[in-house]
């Protein structure tokens, strides 16, 4: 195979049908091209998470959004693919890499309440409707007597709920407003004391062969290595490094997010989390931090100290 630079054609980047997922994606193509001059083309592909409406839990949860984009880049289908990090399992894929991480937007989660209204408008017995077993958790465990459902759908379908009147909020990752230009939807964005995000929630994968494989598959390595941000790639490290000592999936009531913060030694992570009952009766949240370069002892440290503190107990979501 001939090298990157010297190819005419468009590199083929596998994505989701959703509004979301084609935004993410054009932001990584747009940062493709203005990188290394590439055209990118893209090549949608439907996994098992956008056709069925069962929880994701029951249908298993982590990498339920995954395994269709990742057959495409084993078949050769598509040279890259571009992934929400939060979706990805924890365990590596053989033969597979993640090429970059880039800049993550905000990841906390935002309400869309109707009336414009806020969590502490909110009345008891006010319905709010999520599709994460986290979200609910933490939500439930505020005690301001909340009618948590489970909703399944894209964007505009959980936005809709609220505006036809069948449910008074429900709550939603900022990054995704964002990146679908509808952040002006959000009546709340909701402090990390009160919601900690999922972890690698903001964040983008970018996904292609092992440069081992090939000269090509080196090439397009090397290439996507320039929409790499360290900050944000140490982060979600210690993140899912901590979400995988505790043995639990994308589904999973965890809340974890790391932060570069200064000190007088110089950068180090901050990395908070949390393991929540689902009925909200009990909780266990921890933080600690460590230098960028040791992300993932970092997460397996305060994974390990969160299990010793009773985590075990409160997690339902199990490995598939």
């Known amino acids: 195979m001939s090298t990157l630079g010297s190819i005419t054609a468009p590199l083929r980047l596998g994505t989701r049908r959703s509004a979301l997922a084609l935004a993410q994606s054009t932001l990584v193509a747009e940062a493709i091209t203005a ?6 083309e893209f090549v949608e ?3 098992h998470g956008d056709v069925s409406r069962e929880p994701l839990a029951k249908i298993g949860g982590t990498g339920v959004f995954v395994s269709a984009l990742r057959e495409a880049l084993y078949a050769g289908q598509v040279d890259l693919a571009v992934h929400s990090y939060k979706d990805l399992p924890t365990a590596p894929a053989a033969g597979l890499i993640i090429a970059a991480v880039p800049r993550r937007a905000d990841p906390r989660d935002v309400l869309v309440a109707r009336d414009g209204q806020k969590l502490a408008d909110l009345p008891p017995g006010a ?3 999520t599709g994460s077993p ?3 958790a933490q939500l439930r465990a505020l005690g301001l007597g909340l009618d948590v459902t489970a909703i399944r759908g894209n964007v505009d379908t959980r936005i809709g709920y609220v505006t036809s009147g069948e449910l008074d909020g429900v709550v939603l990752a900022r990054a995704g407003l964002e990146r679908l230009g509808r952040l002006d939807e959000a009546t709340e964005v909701l402090d990390l004391s009160i919601m900690v995000p999922a972890p690698g929630q903001g964040a983008l994968a ?3 062969l092992d ?3 090939s000269d090509q598959a080196a090439a397009i390595f090397a290439a996507l290595g320039s929409l790499d941000h360290p900050a944000s790639g140490a982060a979600v490290a210690a993140e899912r490094s901590l979400l995988a000592t505790l043995e639990a999936g994308c589904s999973a009531p965890v809340g974890a997010y790391a932060e570069l913060v200064d000190n007088e030694e110089g950068p180090e992570l901050y990395l908070r989390a949390v393991v929540a009952a689902a009925d909200g009766s009990a909780n266990v949240r921890m933080s ?15 994974a390990a100290a969160m299990l010793d503190g009773g985590a075990t107990g409160l997690m339902q979501e199990r490995p598939r």
């Open 127 to 129: 319905t709010i409707g």
């Open 206 to 208: 970018v996904e292609c």
């Open 211 to 213: 440069p081992a494989t």
């Open 134 to 136: 986290r979200r609910a």
């Open 45 to 47: 592909i439907t996994t």
């Open 288 to 302: 600690d931090t460590g230098f960028p370069t040791d992300a993932v002892g970092l997460g397996r440290r305060l």
């Open 35 to 40: 990188a290394t001059g590439r055209a990118v």
